[in-house]
């Protein structure tokens, strides 16, 4: 995927992270839930639709709630499959 | 300073029971800020700021825990090029790229924007893993050569 239409930043930094399950931070689930609500406002404050945003920030706030707001923010992965963990 | 929200920020600035940075600062210094926070409260901030004559302006960074190490950070200034001229060689320190955006809540602006797509790009891309791992396949992928895949833990075509 990293050679294909999909690559992106965090694709190449955070993969590594992925495959192994490692959510040691990084850049704090928490942070990434407030860095998303800050950028929810300002992109609602001009009328821009914000569909898909809202729907990461909910993720990530679930995450939180979760008790993962203090692992990577790649750490949405415990959330999605709690059943995995570290391997 | 680079600090976690704006309110934290306006108590650093302008003091929270103790003395801010205002109460040291003279007319003409400038307070950079890299913290990622609505540009509306750096504008407010400025504007405080500005009543003493010491400019505060927007500078968050972006590039991740290994940039900042390796100080190749994307700096985002909301101030014009002769503003930020003076201190260029101490953002250089941190960042490979400095970008200056004009005005005074700029930085934060497009920062917020970059972070909108990472952080969105992110959760998708957990998504996507979370399904890669799902059971009718999921021993089936051939091992990849990625340095991604060279742990222990089971390859991904990634």
């Not at chain 1, 930094?13 to 931070?25: E, G």
């Not at chain 1, 898909?52 to 990577?72: C, I, N």
């Not at chain 2, 970059?114 to 893993?129: D, F, R, S």
Request: net charge positive; hydrophobic share 45%; charged share 20%.
């Amino acid at each position: 995927m990293a050679k294909s239409s999909g690559a992106s930043f965090i694709l190449e930094r955070k993969l590594p992270a992925l495959v192994k399950h490692d959510c040691r931070p990084g850049f704090f689930v928490d942070l990434a839930r407030k860095d998303l609500g800050v950028a929810l406002e300002l992109a609602e404050s001009v009328g821009a639709r914000t569909a898909l945003v809202r729907e990461a920030w909910k993720l990530y706030g679930e995450a939180s709630a979760a008790g993962f707001g203090t692992l990577d923010s790649s750490g949405l992965l415990s959330l999605l499959e709690p059943s995995t963990g570290k391997e | 300073m680079s600090l976690p929200n704006d309110a934290i920020v306006e108590k650093i600035v302008f003091g929270d029971g103790g003395p801010g940075l205002m109460a040291s600062a003279r007319a003409g210094d400038v307070i950079v800020d890299l913290s990622t926070v609505s540009p509306a409260s750096t504008r407010r901030l400025a504007e405080r700021a500005a009543t003493k004559g010491v400019r505060l302006i927007d500078a968050p960074v972006s590039g991740s825990v290994s940039g900042a190490q390796a100080g190749t950070l994307a700096v985002m200034i909301g101030a014009p090029k002769d503003v930020v001229a003076p201190f260029a060689p101490v953002l250089r320190a941190i960042g490979t790229s400095l970008f200056c955006l004009g005005e005074v809540g700029r930085g934060n602006v497009l920062k917020l924007l970059n972070n909108l797509v990472a952080l969105t790009n992110q959760a998708a891309l957990c998504e996507a893993a979370s399904a890669s791992r799902a059971r009718p396949w999921a021993k089936s992928w051939p091992r990849a050569r990625a340095r991604a895949s060279s742990s222990n833990a089971s390859s991904r075509p990634w």
